[in-house]
């Protein structure tokens, strides 16, 4: 049974920074590709950032970058998204995901998702 767990979320001050961490179990993680996306709500499920396999190659949203950084540790299964400079518009349910494509950024290629962690900015 595959399982993807979020945790790190909570609430925090603009400007502030929070760790999130994905940890799976019963896949392969090295032979997946892993995402963060984030929903609002009453907003769609949007791309924050993606790994690939090895570790080696990144992307990133526009507005995640030079304030996001995803990493992944395939020694424990885990990909993290730490996130610096937060603003109220990063208020939003954080999932992780694992898919096998490249298409990194599209919400249907990935096979596997986590329950989601609350991560609320206050201004």
């Known amino acids: 049974q595959v399982q993807l767990v979020e945790s790190g979320g909570g609430l925090v001050q603009a400007g502030g920074s929070l760790r999130l961490s994905c940890a799976t179990s019963?896949?392969?993680?090295?032979?997946?590709?892993m995402g963060w996306f984030r929903q609002a709500p009453g907003k769609e499920r949007d791309f924050v950032a993606a790994?690939?396999?090895?570790?080696?190659?990144?992307d990133y949203t526009d507005s995640a970058k030079g304030r996001f950084t995803i990493s992944r540790d395939n020694a424990k299964n885990t990909v993290y998204l730490q996130m610096n400079n937060l603003k109220p518009e990063d208020t939003a349910i954080y999932y992780c995901a694992a898919t096998m494509y490249t298409e990194y950024r599209r919400s249907d290629v990935y096979r596997y998702w986590g329950q989601g962690t609350q991560v609320t900015v206050s201004s």
């Open positions: 790994i690939n396999r090895s570790g080696t190659s990144t």
């Open positions: 019963g896949l392969t993680f090295s032979m997946y590709a």
